[in-house]
């Protein structure tokens, strides 16, 4: 069906509906010698005669009123599936889609779930948590959450967090076995879990705050993991010191499982960001949402750094 053969047969819909030709043009906001000249073209396209016209009235033929009880199921799906996308732009209703890095997932998503569920009872959010980045328009994602990097550059990039303070932490154990790091370069020799999110990716670098300025310091290497959340649970049991996010390890700081280390020198990431593909035509789902990772978001804290891929997100 080409498009005019739709927009001709809306406005058979309104004209038999209305039974005049003025009232259908006022709805269509057509003047009614356009909307006559198109019911003949419509007409003469069929090859049937579906309007019979006086001066007073319009009536359907046969044939218009068989088509005409045809089409009005149709319009009428039309229009409620018109109506149902109103109400999703206006009102947060339907599925939320998200990818989210996994320390992104348990920093910005997980505080709010249960607030932003309980406010929206209409909406399902579905949450995709993986290290890599993903083209979140071919794979259909509302929106992803990482740190800046990770956004693609036509996205738009909304701050969901302040910058997030780094902590290099190890079990009581270890470094009563091992000693303790009095300075960066000590972690040369030490069982350091690294991070390395992809293979071609190089690894992770530690980065440290001294005298105001960053400084890359080479680490020694034991284990080498793709996943912060691991990695935590390696430091626990002992297997090594890990560079981390301080609200990553805060639940295992506060139960003494883990002890943070050159604490005077450590860094802040840059913090987290949502990222999505335009401002125009915005579900009321991912707005609402918007909303609220604003009004809960981290303060800022101290000096900044490029942050690792997953320790910032």
């Not at 009123?65 to 339907?94: C, S």
């Not at 569920?117 to 959450?145: G, H, K, W």
């Not at 913090?271 to 609220?292: E, I, K, Q, T």
Request: aromatic share 6%.
């Amino acid at each position: 069906m080409l498009p005019k053969d739709m927009a001709a047969l809306t406005a058979f819909v309104q004209v038999a509906e209305l039974h005049s030709f003025r009232a259908a043009a006022a709805r269509l906001g057509v003047t009614p010698s356009a909307l006559s000249q198109t019911m003949r073209q419509l007409e003469e396209r069929l090859g049937a005669r579906l309007l019979n016209r006086t001066t007073r009235s319009v009536s359907l033929t046969d044939a218009g009123g068989r088509l005409f009880d045809q089409l009005r199921p149709a319009f009428g799906q039309i229009g409620g599936a018109l109506e149902d996308l109103n109400r999703q732009r206006e009102r947060p209703v339907g599925t939320l889609r998200i990818h989210a890095t996994p320390g992104a997932a348990a920093v910005v998503v997980a505080p709010v779930w249960q607030s932003f569920l309980s406010a929206y009872p209409d909406v399902q959010l579905e949450l995709r948590v993986d290290q890599a980045p993903a083209d979140i328009v071919a794979m259909r994602f509302d929106a992803m959450i990482g740190c800046q990097e990770h956004l693609a550059t036509d996205m738009v990039g909304v701050r969901a967090t302040g910058p997030m303070r780094i902590a290099v932490v190890a079990a009581p154990a270890y470094l009563e076995r091992y000693g303790q790091p009095r300075t960066p370069e000590d972690l040369l020799s030490h069982r350091c879990i690294r991070y390395r999110f992809a293979p071609d990716q190089p690894l992770s670098e530690w980065s440290f705050i001294r005298d105001g300025q960053v400084q890359r310091v080479p680490v020694g290497s034991r284990v080498i993991l793709n996943s912060s959340e691991l990695a935590l649970r390696a430091a626990i049991d002992g297997v090594g010191i890990t560079y981390t996010v301080d609200a990553h390890a805060q639940v295992f700081l506060r139960s003494g499982l883990l002890v943070k280390v050159l604490e005077e020198v450590s860094p802040s990431s840059e913090g987290l960001w949502v990222g999505y593909p335009s401002r125009r035509h915005m579900s009321a789902a991912l707005r609402a949402f918007l909303d609220m990772v604003r009004d809960t978001g981290h303060s800022p804290g101290a000096a900044l750094i490029n942050p690792i891929p997953e320790t910032s997100g």
